[in-house]
């Protein structure tokens, strides 16, 4: 899909969910659609660094809050890319829970889109996104994929993952995550298809091409 060279700011899509929701996997789909037009951010590559604690400190701490980010650091980037211009960006290893050293240069592209379990909760935030969506998918969907994810990726045990699903995911989630649905204006159930996905790819490309 050919689409012109924007002169305006660029579009900053949202694409909020519980851990599991297919966030990832929404924004790849949507980067690839409207290729080479768009850059993604993941809110993970906010995670605060922890390498100054012991391995057995960072195996207690909950990663599945607010607190657990550099916010700072994330509305620079962030700030910066609405205005159109490159941004740093930190990247985080989730099986040491440390900051690489270096950090990557992020442009901004038409369309910039950020996905992540927090990002309408904070309004400095929450009002640089004209598109936010919110990734709506049933608990025992993201329990399944976490799984497969952390045990693959991660090095995790399937009894961990579960345990850590049951008593600080989901609790999470339904305090932090779920209540942001009323702040999105699209809402994407965990199995849309086709139509629904070539729906909001024509609602990206219109807000970029408006007629």
Known sequence: MALPRRRSAPLLVAIVGGSGSGKTWLARKLAAALAPHTVRLSLDDFYR????????????????????????????????????????????????????????????????????????????????????????????????????????????????????????VEPMHRLYVAPQRRWANVILPAHSGPKQFRALVARLHAGICPN
Do not use: M
């Open 49 to 168: 660094d922890r390498s100054h604690l012991s391995p057995q400190r960072r195996a207690r701490i909950n990663f599945d809050q607010p607190g657990a980010i550099d916010w700072a650091a994330t509305e620079t980037a962030i700030y910066a890319l609405a205005r159109g211009r490159s941004a740093r960006v930190p990247t985080y290893d989730f099986k040491t829970q440390r900051r690489a050293r270096t950090k990557r240069i992020l442009h901004p592209r038409p369309i910039v889109l950020i996905e992540g379990l927090w990002l309408l909760r904070r309004r400095s935030l929450r009002r640089l996104f004209p598109v936010r969506i919110f990734v709506s998918c049933p608990a025992r969907l993201r329990l399944r994929r976490r799984l497969e994810r952390d045990r693959r990726c991660r090095g995790r045990t399937e009894a961990s993952v579960r345990a850590q699903f049951r008593n600080l």
